[in-house]
């Protein structure tokens, strides 16, 4: 089964089908640090998204790119992979070098830069803000900016805004931008729907600017701005949307599963119990993971599977002319 793209532009909607190439993925998976035993539930899959992502966006062989929110890598080295010996990944990212597990961020980057993949990508522990600072002698040639799922790490809108600001004062443009979509075309992704409904919720509730550095335990799903909010957000910075896609992940794409485990794990519901939370609060998060209980109870989840995850909203922004 192919991971499906829908696109849309301002003019026509058509549906095209964007398939992972083989020697990709195997070229990708010896350039990323990753555990051999979650190969096919959790790195191929994953891999294959952002492959179809990449691809929706148009992102083109030889291109210079800033991946934002780079994380260990993943998203680096599949840009990586497609803009080839021309092009180059330059991605940064604020969490700590020994941030990750099992594996840290000095880790995984290591590994990336000795990897045939590696010359292709320079990582900054550093914002967008201050990367723009350091570099004003020496600036990269930056053809985009790619933000791949990694604004649900934001804590919200105010973020996302100061962000697209940071962009459009460094005249970047496009801006790559995928995440969840948050509304289920399938009745199976419902379930992933609400499990990030209520990761969303307790984050917003619980979040201090002024606590300093987050747990690295910490949820996957924090701020989870939606389409709406990174619309505004782009808008308000003076972008445009040119066009933009939806990506239904495969049916071995697990991260549904995954957050619907979390959500209804133990884990989960003593932070919400132990949490400085208001009653009101406290109980809109619980109603929300009721809520989630009950959607696990229909005949589509028997035995805890049939979990889809949500398609991915794949844009691209550039600033207004």
């Given amino acids: 089964m192919a991971t499906h793209t829908t696109t849309t532009t301002s003019t026509s909607t ?44 148009g992102v083109r062989e030889g291109d210079h790119l800033l991946d934002i929110g780079c ?21 940064i990212d604020t969490a700590s070098m020994d941030y990750g597990h099992p594996f840290t961020m000095r880790a995984a980057h290591d590994h990336l830069r000795q990897s045939a993949l590696g010359p292709r990508v320079t990582f900054h522990q550093a914002d967008a803000q201050s990367f723009f600072a350091e570099q004003q002698q020496t600036a990269p040639r930056l053809d985009a900016a790619v933000l791949c799922q990694s604004l649900f790490y934001f804590p919200g809108e105010h973020e996302v805004r100061a962000l697209f600001a940071t962009l459009r004062a460094a005249g970047t443009s496009p801006v790559y931008v995928a995440e969840w979509s948050y509304v289920p075309s399938r009745e199976a992704q419902t379930a992933h729907a609400l499990a990030a409904t209520a990761q969303r919720l307790f984050y917003r509730y619980r979040y ?3 606590a300093g550095r987050e747990d690295p335990r910490e949820q996957n799903v924090r701020g989870g701005v939606d389409k709406s909010a990174i619309l505004r957000a782009a808008a ?76 991915v909203w794949a844009a691209v922004f550039e600033l207004d002319k």
């Fill in 14 to 57: 058509s549906p095209v089908v964007a398939d992972a190439d083989d020697a990709t993925i195997k070229t990708l998976l010896a350039s990323f640090l990753h555990n051999p035993a979650l190969l096919e539930s959790f790195h191929v899959p994953r891999f294959k998204l952002r492959l179809a992502t990449i691809r929706a966006w």
């Fill in 71 to 91: 994380g260990q890598g993943e998203s680096s080295v599949a840009l990586a992979a497609l803009v080839g010996d021309r092009g180059h990944v330059t991605a």
């Fill in 208 to 210: 201090r600017p002024e």
């Fill in 236 to 311: 308000a910075a003076g972008y445009g949307l040119a066009r933009e896609a939806l990506i239904t992940p495969e049916e071995d794409m697990r991260e549904g599963e995954f957050e619907v485990r979390f959500t209804l794990g133990e884990v989960f519901r003593q932070r919400v119990a132990e949490a400085e939370l208001s009653g009101e609060q406290r109980a809109e998060i619980v109603a929300a993971i009721e809520k989630l209980e009950a959607e696990m109870k229909k005949e589509l989840y028997k035995d805890g599977t049939g979990i889809m995850s949500m398609d």
